[in-house]
């Protein structure tokens, strides 16, 4: 007798382990790209120097950090609301600080000398910010002109010629002469070409900047030759000529303080006042105090 019963097959699939999903690789990316950002912050910490930190945060920095006590502090805290419901110091008292004075009504003159101390405070942080700014950008002025003396074959002899500093006047740029080359005429205000080389070069650095210029000319200590043609005028035309040759590069007029002959009566090497680098111009970017709105009153 034969069985006509159906054959019934189980069949079992087995689902493989790749397709459960890919959120695992999403995971896996994040942790890589973590790490590589933890990785790449502490080499950055690790090879800049102090004063390259010190820029980075001023420049992240605003412009008036208040100092007041509420909130939690730091860049990213608010400030507590006070009981009249006005927010105490921060960014609207700098603005009220800057604001033109109004006359004072009887319930405004409780201050014995008509500011709060928060006001003070956040404008000496002010200037504080503003002269950090500054004093960066006169370093990067002055290593943007030591960069181009090194990029510049006609310029890289002149490397002994130039000295730059900052000064409590301001970035102070020195053309000075050396044993052996000079960077006028003997006796004459007349620049000689590699001279004139180098201004129009410190002429492009200047133009970078918004401040003020002022200039001046000295000489050694030696007479003038010249009848009747003292080194009084000689370091005035030497300055003016250098003058002439700033603004044929661009330099706007307005932006000049004042041209000045001194002589010698400041000599760069006091210890020897007939030594050649005691013969110089003197190119200063003025410090600039922060602007105040019309007819603010200290």
Do not use: C
Request: without cysteine.
């Amino acid at each position: 007798m034969s069985d006509d019963r159906p054959i019934i097959k189980k069949v079992i699939k087995v689902q493989a382990a790749g397709h459960h999903g890919g959120a695992w690789k999403v995971a896996y990316a994040d942790f890589v790209t973590a790490m590589m950002a933890f990785f790449l912050l502490m080499w950055l910490i690790n090879t800049t120097t102090p004063e390259q930190k010190r820029g980075v945060a001023d420049y992240f920095a605003p412009a008036s950090i208040s100092q007041s006590l509420s909130g939690a502090g730091g860049i990213l805290a608010g400030t507590a609301l006070g009981e009249d419901g006005a927010r105490n110091s921060g960014t609207t008292e700098l603005v009220r600080k800057l604001a033109p004075k109004v006359a004072k009504t009887p319930d405004q003159s409780n201050s014995k000398d008509g500011g709060s101390p928060s006001a003070e405070i956040s404008e000496n942080a002010m200037q504080q910010a503003i002269s950090r700014r500054e004093e960066m950008a006169f370093k990067s002025a002055a290593e943007s002109l030591r960069q181009a003396m090194q990029d510049m074959p006609e310029l890289a002899e002149l490397s002994k010629n130039l000295i730059i500093d900052q000064t409590p006047e301001g970035l102070r740029i020195q053309i000075v002469d050396q044993e052996g080359r000079s960077m006028f005429e003997p006796g004459s205000a007349n620049l000689k070409p590699h001279t004139m080389v180098l201004l129009r070069s410190v002429a492009k650095i200047i133009n970078r900047l918004p401040n003020r210029i002022s200039i001046y000319g000295h000489t050694d200590a030696s007479p003038s030759a010249v009848n009747g043609y003292s080194n009084w005028d000689l370091s005035f035309n030497r300055a003016n000529a250098s003058r002439q040759v700033l603004q044929e590069s661009h330099v706007a007029e307005d932006r000049l303080y004042q041209v000045t002959g001194k002589a010698g009566s400041e000599p760069l090497f006091p210890d020897d006042p007939y030594m050649p680098g005691n013969r110089r111009v003197s190119i200063v970017l003025l410090r600039e105090a922060p602007p105040l709105p019309p007819g603010y009153k200290l």
